[in-house]
């Protein structure tokens, strides 16, 4: 079984719609992320929580909000879909790397978001 | 932030060796080097990370020039499997000494396999 996986894989919404991702994990880390990935731009980070009672804001925030239900789920929702948020997104959690205080991230499939 | 430069695309054959190259000629003395991978129609995974020496794994070889503006992401003998986007990021050592909270992707290289 994956140990980060993503609901649903792929969506289809209309413009003004709510929707949410959801990602579960069981890896048993505290962290968790959700990305964006558009054609050419490469990822980028959406929010992100170090734990159940913290939540961050990350580079494109603006039309998201994230809730965080347990260590092991991190849901993203969007509000109002828009067109310009169709794209692919990643969930993500991440372990301390022992000796060097950095941090390995272990990606979901991702889910693909069409906003017509 | 420092950050990375990269070829957009590459190409090597199967069974030899593929060198990624990597530029950061702004590089802070404390950010580390990672690189990441993705493969077509999956999420990224980690490949390999180092500070200053060189680093070897099971999946790839780092190193990194002595001045540390650059590195390079060695595939000792690559196959089909290994073609995919790479991606080089550097990785600040925060107060909390996690390091990279904030991973930045670029758009990395996209590397071709030719059979």
């Known amino acids: 079984d994956a140990d980060v996986t993503q609901t649903p894989r792929n969506r289809i919404t209309k413009t003004g719609k709510r929707i949410m991702l959801e990602c579960s994990q069981t890896?048993?880390?505290?962290?968790m992320y959700w990305y964006r990935q558009d054609p050419g731009l490469g990822l980028r980070l959406i929010y992100y929580s170090f734990d159940v009672k913290d939540i961050n804001k990350g580079e494109i925030s603006d039309g998201y909000s994230v809730s965080r239900q347990a260590q092991a789920k991190f849901s993203l929702s969007l509000e109002s879909a828009i067109p310009n948020q169709t794209a692919l997104y990643f969930c993500a959690t991440s372990d301390l790397i022992r000796g060097s205080g950095q941090e390995t991230q272990y990606f979901g499939p991702g889910t693909r978001l069409l906003v017509l | 932030d420092a950050k990375t430069t990269q070829p957009n695309s590459m190409e090597s054959n199967e069974e030899e060796p593929v060198h990624l190259p990597c530029n950061h000629s702004?590089?802070?003395?404390?950010?580390?080097i990672h690189w990441y991978r993705q493969l077509p129609s999956q999420g990224p995974e980690y490949v390999i990370h180092g500070l200053t020496s060189n680093v070897n794994n099971r999946m790839a070889s780092l190193a990194i020039a002595e001045d540390r503006k650059s590195s390079t992401l060695i595939l000792h003998r690559a196959t089909l499997r290994d073609a995919a986007v790479y991606y080089c990021i550097l990785s600040p050592k925060g107060v909390t000494n996690f390091g990279n909270e904030k991973l930045t992707f670029g758009t990395g290289t996209r590397l071709t396999i030719i059979p």
């Open positions: 702004t590089i802070s003395g404390t950010d580390y």
């Open positions: 890896k048993g880390h505290d962290r």
